[in-house]
């Protein structure tokens, strides 16, 4: 395969991981993966992300109770929480740290670990507390994070002609 068909291949083979190994991946990797996630695009560049790190098992515990599908938090020796300053992008700023996210989780991908986007936009102001995340600030995303522990298939796409459409909305190929 060539090197493109190599990067292509890479961006599809992403998959969520949801169970983990119990050893906590190094702070080290964590950092290069927040790294990478600092260089994707946002409105105007403002950058309106910030990213905590949640190592203390008592706070990640918390956060694996807010809905039933936070649950791979339990075994996730950690997480990373994507929060967003509204104020720095006030028309983009979801659009921003999604963007961010998912820098993040590719990174993450690249580096051998594992790791799924877990839902925060119904509990806003459970994980402000949890977390002391001031009113100004947004938490878009928590990653569940760690060495993967299982190798689940792709989950099915729709196929590309029901989702592409030439020159005006609904005609098809
Ligand atoms: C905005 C968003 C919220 C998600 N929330 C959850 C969640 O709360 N719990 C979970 O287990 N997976 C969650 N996921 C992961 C999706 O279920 C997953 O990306 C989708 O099923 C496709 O599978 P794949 O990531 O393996 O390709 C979320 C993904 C996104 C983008």
Redesign the pocket.
Known sequence: MSNTENLLEFLKS?????KFKPQSPPRDLVLKAIDVARFAPSARNSQPWRFIIVEDTEIKSKLASI?I????LKNAPLAVVVVCHVDESPTSYMLDC?NA??YF?LAVHALGLGA??????RNIEEIRSILGIPENVIPV??I?LGYPDES?S??P?KPLEEVVFMNKYGVRL
Do not use: G, M, N
């Open positions: 992403r998959r969520s991981i949801r809905h599908y936070a649950s791979p999604a996210t998912i989780l799924v986007w877990i839902q925060t936009l995303a928590i569940a689940p792709p989950k796409r």
